[in-house]
């Protein structure tokens, strides 16, 4: 069984801070790991993958998560937020035999000026 | 690349009608098409998984002959929530996952379904 745990369901940041957001997963299976952004009204767009390659991921708009065994964790980072970095954010996880994901509850990330 | 159309992107209709979906893997076959409903300000709730030539599979509460699910081909996914109710309002949301497993999937921008 799989499951996707994203502590804090709002995040507020002021522009140029840094951002985190919390996953932490349980997988009873080497997991895949996925962030997707949803901004309003709109689909969800891959920000970055963990594919049991290099722990620490690169992804795109500045954003990296690393992958940790240990804490069972895959939390996203940036250096510096933007306004257009508003959105809500899902951390999701898949393993196995099976294309299925788990999602989390999601992160809204505001950011103010 | 990887781009996934999915439409109309907003229907109005009265209770009652019955209303299709449409997905579509533009630049890739997609053998597995999946479809979400998403409640405001909520997660994604995986309804079912659709594979093409095969019949969906449904996930646990979700009425099959509410939400008839067809993989016609590789690359198209439809999704008709049949004699709708307002309580069928929602957001509904396709992705699509290229052959491999445990690859990522890629979504649509989703359907606003509004049942007067």
């Known amino acids: 069984a799989q499951s996707v745990t994203q502590l804090g369901s709002h995040v507020s940041v002021s522009e140029g801070a840094l951002v985190l957001l919390r996953c932490n997963y349980s997988?009873?299976?080497?997991?895949?790991l996925f962030w997707y952004v949803q901004y309003p009204n709109q689909g969800l767009q891959l920000l970055l993958k963990?594919?049991?390659?290099?722990?620490l991921v690169k992804g795109i708009n500045g954003f990296e998560a690393e992958f940790k065994k240990s804490e069972t964790s895959f939390h996203l980072t940036k250096p510096s937020a933007h306004m257009s970095d508003a959105a809500e954010y899902f951390c999701a996880v898949s393993g196995g035999n099976t294309d299925k994901l788990i999602f989390g509850t999601g992160t809204r990330l505001q950011v103010f000026p | 690349g990887a781009v996934v159309s999915q439409h109309p992107s907003r229907v109005i209709c009265k209770s009652g009608t019955s209303v299709k979906i449409e997905c579509r893997s533009l630049?890739?076959?997609?053998?597995?098409m999946f479809w979400y409903r998403q409640f405001p300000k909520k997660s994604l709730m995986l309804m079912a998984t659709?594979?093409?030539?095969?019949?969906?599979?449904?996930e646990q509460g979700v009425e099959k002959d509410k939400f008839l699910i067809n993989h016609a081909s590789l690359t198209l996914s439809t999704l008709t929530v049949t004699s709708a109710h307002p309580e069928d309002s929602s957001f509904y949301i396709c992705?699509?996952?290229?052959?491999?497993?445990?690859?990522?999937?890629?979504f649509g921008d989703g359907t606003r379904l509004s049942i007067l």
């Open positions: 992705s699509a996952a290229d052959n491999t497993i445990n690859q990522p999937q890629h």
């Open positions: 963990y594919t049991s390659a290099a722990t």
């Open positions: 630049d890739f076959q997609a053998t597995t």
């Open positions: 659709s594979n093409e030539g095969s019949k969906a599979t449904y």
């Open positions: 997988s009873s299976v080497p997991p895949y």
